[in-house]
């Protein structure tokens, strides 16, 4: 037996690790403070009360043998596939139901993806990265090439015409930073792809937080890149479903490489390797497509983005430079001073018991950048900003 030895490669992740010690120790040194959190990336509201009827609804007919369901679809059922496909319509994609495919979540998409592509590719993702793109390649044992993104180009990275990449990451909203490309940089990224005969993995984990019309959540919203592109989306932030799990991912007809289909490949995938997202889970996602539905998600989605506007005027006020913030649910801020992402963690946490995410964790181009959430508590959010204020207005 050989192990795969590319985990061997793999770095340990301390960033969250190191938070957690860092909080504990200061909090066992003051028993009295007050610390407040705007470093997760977990969402803190309930579930939309129309999710809970549905999920209730199906439990019950799951309980009765006429209306017990087994084994489902593995790509998902018609019911849920068809609020996906008009979704997508309201925006002027047209997507077959065979190009929608139900799963547990993005994460486990953006991992299961890479089985349609050979090791022997050069990935391209960008500098700060949400780290699950780099560790599933690392572990097939891919090549990774960096696009950096940084404050020249405001964490947006666009092509370089002289290099080369075969597999392409791309997440707009952006996790860590916040930053979202409009039409015309997206339009750049699927015109190289197509040049360059690769493939973009668009994560839309977060295109619910987009509320300027003229910005891109689809990334079929530009032209060309049916041919080029794969879509992976989530429930966990659009609905709270972080913890109910559900997705999806657009795997286009047109996507023909090398005499193969990636959508058959794909399809081929998930019937040998899967076998469905619960028909309860399922039944939940389509009521967040509920005229009910879409009115309680969005009254949650907009709670956050109040957080957001509550961060965001305070570091207007304050001259700190950002991006991200108005069509997303992340800050992305340069830590006054000059000061270092770990440096300033410190001092915010000891100074004003205030909890972010350094932003060196998220790759090189992070050093001296930090982030904060929207998914704190409205008053708590609103206390942390008070401090924050307090303290470096100094
Ligand atoms: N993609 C990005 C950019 C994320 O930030 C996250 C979660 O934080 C995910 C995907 C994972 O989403 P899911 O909960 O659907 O697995």
Request: charged content about 25%; some cysteine; aromatic content about 12%.
């Amino acid at each position: 037996m050989r192990v795969n030895k590319n985990y061997a490669k793999l770095e340990t992740s301390y960033l969250f690790p190191t938070i957690s010690r860092k909080v504990a120790e200061y909090q066992s040194q003051h028993p009295e403070a007050k610390i407040i959190k705007l470093g997760i990336g977990d969402v803190t509201l309930p579930l939309a009360p129309a999710v809970v009827t549905a999920l209730e609804k199906a439990v019950a007919e799951m309980g009765k043998k006429e209306t017990f369901r087994g084994y489902g679809p593995e790509q998902g059922y018609e019911f849920l596939k068809e609020e996906i496909q008009k979704y997508y319509a309201k925006r002027q994609v047209a997507l077959k139901m065979d190009e929608i495919f139900i799963s547990d979540g993005a994460k486990s998409d953006i991992g299961n993806i890479l089985d349609l592509f050979d090791t022997d590719n050069v990935v391209l993702v960008p500098d700060p990265v949400y780290p699950v793109y780099v560790d599933t390649n690392i572990m097939a044992g891919r090549k990774i090439i960096f696009a950096n993104a940084t404050a020249e180009n405001h964490f947006l990275p666009l092509p370089d015409k002289n290099v080369h990449a075969d597999i392409i990451y791309i997440c707009s909203p952006n996790n860590p930073t916040g930053a979202v490309y409009n039409k015309e940089q997206l339009q750049a990224w699927v015109d190289y792809a197509l040049k360059e005969e690769a493939i973009i993995l668009f994560d839309g984990a977060y295109e619910a937080f987009i509320q300027d019309e003229s910005l891109p959540r689809s990334i079929y919203e530009i032209e060309g890149a049916a041919k080029c592109a794969i879509e992976i989306c989530s429930f966990s932030k659009t609905a709270g479903f972080t913890g109910l799990r559900c997705g999806y991912t657009i795997v286009p007809e047109g996507l023909d490489f090398e005499g193969l289909n990636l959508n058959k490949m794909w399809l081929r995938r998930q019937t040998t390797k899967y076998n469905g997202v619960p028909y309860i889970v399922q039944r939940a996602a389509a009521a967040v497509f509920s005229e009910e539905g879409q009115k309680q998600t969005k009254e949650a989605i907009a709670y956050y983005k109040e957080n957001i506007r509550t961060i965001s005027q305070a570091l207007d006020e304050l001259g700190i430079w950002y991006v991200g913030g108005e069509n997303s649910a992340y800050i992305w801020l340069k830590c006054p001073n000059g000061m270092k992402s770990w440096e300033f963690f410190d001092y915010l946490l000891s100074e004003a018991q205030v909890v972010g995410t350094p932003g060196a964790g998220f790759g090189q181009n992070g050093e001296g950048f930090f982030r904060l959430t929207a998914f704190g508590d409205k008053e708590q959010t609103k206390e942390a900003v008070a401090r924050l204020k307090k303290l470096l207005q100094k």
